[in-house]
């Protein structure tokens, strides 16, 4: 069952990495008027934001508590070193550092996000064997 403490984590955490990541341009998330979402997130204020999260939160908290469920029956696991190799590529990708975005993503919300991802893969190969027959 998805829980409200489960429902606002996801919310809290994807606020937290815009918050973050908006920081990087010099701007603070709760004051971007509607010209600083222009083009970055399909939003006018952070009130619209807010509602967006919550909204996507749903979908995105049964879609971790599927994974975490499907990973302790087939033992998968999100490592610390895939953590780490994760936040590597990230920084490389934006031309920034390891350190300028850890705060934007803790180990729990990296394995939240792949819990998400294990979920969608495992769907995504049920469809593909036993739906479009390939192998």
């Known amino acids: 069952l998805i829980t409200e403490e489960d429902w606002q984590q996801t919310v809290q955490w ?3 990495r815009l918050s973050v990541i ?9 004051t971007m008027t509607a010209q600083d979402f ?11 934001l807010v509602a ?3 909204r996507d939160a749903w979908q995105n908290t049964w879609q971790m508590l599927m994974g975490q469920k499907l990973a ?5 696991a999100p490592t610390e070193e895939a953590f780490e190799d ?28 792949q819990y998400r991802i294990h979920y969608y893969d495992a769907v995504s190969d049920y469809i ?8």
């Open 38 to 48: 222009e083009g970055r997130i399909p939003v006018k204020s952070y009130y619209e």
């Open 86 to 113: 994760f936040l590597r590529q990230l920084a490389a990708a934006w031309n920034s550092t390891v350190e300028a975005y850890r705060p934007a993503y803790s180990f729990e919300y990296y394995k939240a996000i």
């Open 128 to 135: 593909r064997k036993n739906i479009y027959r390939e192998e």
């Open 52 to 54: 967006m999260l919550q």
């Open 22 to 30: 908006t920081g990087f341009e010099g701007m603070d998330l709760k």
């Open 72 to 76: 302790e029956e087939d033992g998968f």
């Open 14 to 16: 994807d606020l937290n």
